[in-house]
């Protein structure tokens, strides 16, 4: 299982990007898809997931009402909006075969498969 974040970049307080994960159509179908991000100092994060089987999301709160998690083919994007200083860290996509089940973003050492990463930096 490979998987390839991408997206990352300088962004200004207030301001969106879209976080990329791509991997194949076959690890979508039955894998759960984890974003994850590491800040400076800190411990990794999880923040968002997609279930395999049908879709459903979850989000952190530190995230929540500022993400959305969505797939398409064989791509799991991560949108983020009004971000924040708060918000840079590297970020990580990573896959947990669970085709049935609902995926979940915490505990994530559960989480087999790991993408590079990609850094998120927000500053003025």
């Known amino acids: 299982v490979q998987l390839q974040a991408s997206g990352g970049g300088l962004v200004h307080p207030g301001g969106s990007l879209r976080l990329s994960c791509t991997a194949s159509?076959?690890?979508?179908?039955?894998?759960?898809i984890g974003w994850f991000r590491q800040a400076p100092g800190k411990e990794r994060e999880g923040i968002s997931c997609?279930?395999?089987?049908?879709?459903t999301t979850f989000y952190a709160n530190s995230v929540k009402d500022r993400s959305t998690i969505s797939k398409s083919g064989d791509t799991v994007y991560l949108q983020m909006e009004a971000l924040k200083p708060e918000d840079t860290a590297v970020y990580f996509c990573?896959?947990?075969?669970?085709?049935?089940?609902?995926?979940?973003?915490?505990?994530?050492?559960?989480?087999?498969?790991w993408g590079q990463g990609t850094q998120v930096t927000v500053s003025s």
């Open positions: 990573a896959a947990e075969h669970r085709p049935y089940s609902k995926c979940r973003y915490s505990p994530d050492d559960v989480y087999d498969y």
């Open positions: 997609v279930t395999a089987s049908d879709g």
């Open positions: 159509e076959f690890v979508l179908r039955n894998f759960a």
